[in-house]
Structures are given as C-alpha cells and as structure tokens.
C-alpha cells in the first residue's frame, strides 16, 4: 500500500494516516529502534502497570461508560487485553502498513462506541461521550505514557530529563495514529506533568459506581482473573495516585505492601538477569530483526 494509492480512498481517517506516513519507506515503521520511545515500549514489565492505566482511564466518567456499554471486560479480559495490545504493538513496532492497518481497527471499534453517561457527573459535563473525542483520546494515551514512565523507572532503570523530553515527543506521533491531533498535547514533558497533575485534582475525574463495577468485573469476573486478583489489586492500590485508589476502595494493607514489594524485587531481578535483546515483547524483537536484515 503506497500513500499514493491510499490517497484515492474514500475514508478521511485513512487518508489522513496515509498523509501522516506519507514520508515512510514501505518496510519501515512509524518508529525506530534506538530511539527512547522504542526503548522503553519493549519492555514487557510495562504490563505490571497495566491495572493503574486502566483504572485511571476508567476514573473518567465518559470513558467509564464507554467501557460498560461497548466492552466485554468481564466475560472476556484475556481476550480484550490480548486485542488491545496486539494493536498497541502493530502502531509501534509495525511496518507501516502494518500500523496503519492496526490505527484503521481501532478507529472501526471507537465508531461504534458513542452514547450518554448514566451515572450522576460533576457540574457541567456534558453526559454525551464519544470514543473519538479528542479530549478522550489524550487521557486514554495520556494513561499509556505515564504508567510507562512509572513502570520502566521502578523496574529497569530511571530516565533522565532529556530521555523524558525525547519519549514524549515521540509519544505524541503515537497518539497521532490514534487521531489525536499533536496540538491538543501539552507542548513539553514539563507542560505535560503540569497538565497531568491538573488532572488528576480536578473533577474531571470522578469515581463513578460504573467505574467501580468495571473494576470489581476486572478482578473477579473471571478464573484467570481471579488467580490474578491480589498482584493487579496489589499493583494498582500502590501505584495509582492516592485520591484515586481510595475512590476505588483500595486499601494499602500489610499484605499488599508485601505483595507489591515482592512483584518489584522479583520483576527487578528478571529484568538484570534477561539480556535486553531477549527481554523485550516478541513484537519488538521481530522488528528488530527486521530492521538488521
């Protein structure tokens, strides 16, 4: 699929990423390695923190709502997360085809998720939402970006300032194939962390009881989640900011200190153990070899 080819498509949303990768080489990809974006996106203990990013998506209303209307969650989380980060990983570490194939199924599934929100809203939300609301995308995206962050950091390794700065601006060409347009993002890192935390005070972030039904179904509406229940709960309990996991009803208790110290000390040592080439998720270390061919 050449961008001059797709340029004669009738769908806007792919000409659009056909425009965004319009200076790509087919057998390249949006994104290469030996940068920080894709340093830190191979990782596979970035999945440790995936309970505190869903949560903190769901702790906004609309997308609450979204997820309760629209998603199977609980009679099937293995195969949603499966899904979502079969996608993830086809934007980043993807040919560009590939990735532009990935953006163009999840924009078919946001079409369809649009409705009202039915839980009581802080004053003067509008109770419509719609998965491509621009506003949605950014914190959806935005919860990706810092659970990473947090995630490499307490695992691997810290990143300086400037490694920060880079992953961000690279991060936003990642919400870019998302349909998040690269102003609607804070302009630096610094001006992303101030806007971060505005968020995380601000009303904008409420607790619903749809939120609180979506966690209990992530927790327990399985076996496999169940088995899984005390390191996700664990997890999210320590990690998420502090208003948040108390809207939740998480408690940090003895034992989930333990837990959480125990997963940390255990997931350090695999990660200085492992070679790096060898750590990173299968889709990473495909392209890799890819791109040394």
Avoid at 97 to 108: I, S, W
Avoid at 212 to 219: A, N, P, V
Avoid at 232 to 245: Q, T, W
Wanted: net charge positive; charged share 25%.
């Amino acid at each position: 699929m050449n961008p001059g080819d797709v340029s004669a498509d009738s769908d806007p949303f792919r000409q659009y990423l056909a425009n965004l990768g319009q200076d790509i080489e087919p057998g390249s990809g949006f994104f290469l390695p030996g940068t920080v974006f894709w340093r830190v996106s191979r990782e596979p203990v970035l999945l440790l923190a995936g309970m505190r990013a869903l949560l903190l998506q769901i702790a906004h209303p609309k997308i609450a709502q979204g997820v309760a209307d629209h998603s199977r969650y609980r009679e099937d989380p293995l195969g949603r997360g499966i899904r979502t980060f079969t996608a993830v990983y086809s934007l980043v570490f993807g040919d560009r085809d590939a990735a532009v194939e990935a953006a163009m199924r999840v924009r078919a599934v946001h079409n369809r998720v649009h409705g009202l929100v039915v839980d009581p809203l802080p004053s003067g939300m509008d109770p419509v939402y719609d998965a491509n609301d621009p506003d949605l995308l950014l914190w959806v995206a935005a919860t990706l970006l810092d659970s990473s962050v947090v995630a490499y950091e307490l695992f691997v390794e810290p990143l300086s300032a400037e490694e920060k700065e880079q992953l961000y601006q690279q991060f936003k060409r990642f919400g870019q194939l998302f349909g998040i347009p690269e102003q609607r993002y804070p302009e630096s890192w610094v001006d992303f962390r101030n806007w971060w935390d505005g968020m995380l005070r601000s009303d904008t972030l409420t607790v619903t009881d749809t939120a609180r039904s979506i966690y209990r179904g992530l927790l327990t509406g399985t076996w496999f989640t169940r088995v899984l229940a005390p390191f996700n709960y664990a997890m999210a309990a320590m990690l998420l900011p502090e208003r948040l996991a108390a809207s939740f009803d998480m408690r940090r208790s003895l034992p989930v200190r333990f837990t959480f110290r125990a997963i940390v000390a255990t997931a350090r040592v695999v990660v200085r153990l492992l070679p790096r080439r060898l750590r990173g998720v299968s889709a990473a270390r495909r392209a890799e070899h890819r791109h040394c061919a």
